[in-house]
C-alpha cells in the first residue's frame, strides 16, 4: 500500500510542478524572480521540516505504523 501511496502523490506532485512552472513562465512577472520565490519556497519548507524533526520517527507497537516522536514530548 505504501508504494501506491508514494506513487500517486509523486505524480500529483509532478503534475502540480508541471502547473506551477507553466505559470511562472508564463505570469506577468519576470520569470527568474518568480523562479527565485520558488526556490526559495523550497527551501524553507525544507528548513521547516528539519526544525520540527518530521523525519524523526517511532513506532507504534500496538499499529506497527510511524509516529512522529515530537508526539509523545514528556
Same mark, same amino acid.
Given at each position: @500500500?505504501?508504494? &501506491?501511496?508514494?506513487?500517486?502523490?509523486?505524480?500529483?506532485? /509532478? &503534475?502540480?510542478?508541471?502547473?506551477?512552472?507553466?505559470? *511562472?513562465? !508564463? +505570469?506577468?512577472?519576470?520569470?527568474?524572480?518568480?523562479?527565485? !520565490?520558488? *526556490? /526559495?519556497?523550497?527551501?524553507? &519548507?525544507?528548513?521547516?521540516? @528539519?526544525?520540527? =524533526?518530521?523525519?524523526? @520517527?517511532?513506532? +507504534? =507497537?500496538? +499499529?506497527?505504523?510511524?509516529?512522529? =516522536? $515530537? @508526539?509523545? =514530548? $514528556?
Amino acid at each position: @500500500m505504501d508504494i &501506491v501511496q508514494l506513487v500517486v502523490r509523486l505524480l500529483v506532485f /509532478g &503534475v502540480t510542478l508541471f502547473l506551477l512552472l507553466e505559470f *511562472i513562465v !508564463f +505570469c506577468k512577472v519576470n520569470t527568474y524572480t518568480a523562479l527565485g !520565490f520558488l *526556490i /526559495g519556497t523550497v527551501l524553507l &519548507v525544507v528548513f521547516i521540516f @528539519m526544525v520540527f =524533526k518530521r523525519y524523526d @520517527m517511532y513506532v +507504534c =507497537k500496538e +499499529c506497527n505504523k510511524r509516529i512522529p =516522536k $515530537s @508526539m509523545f =514530548k $514528556s
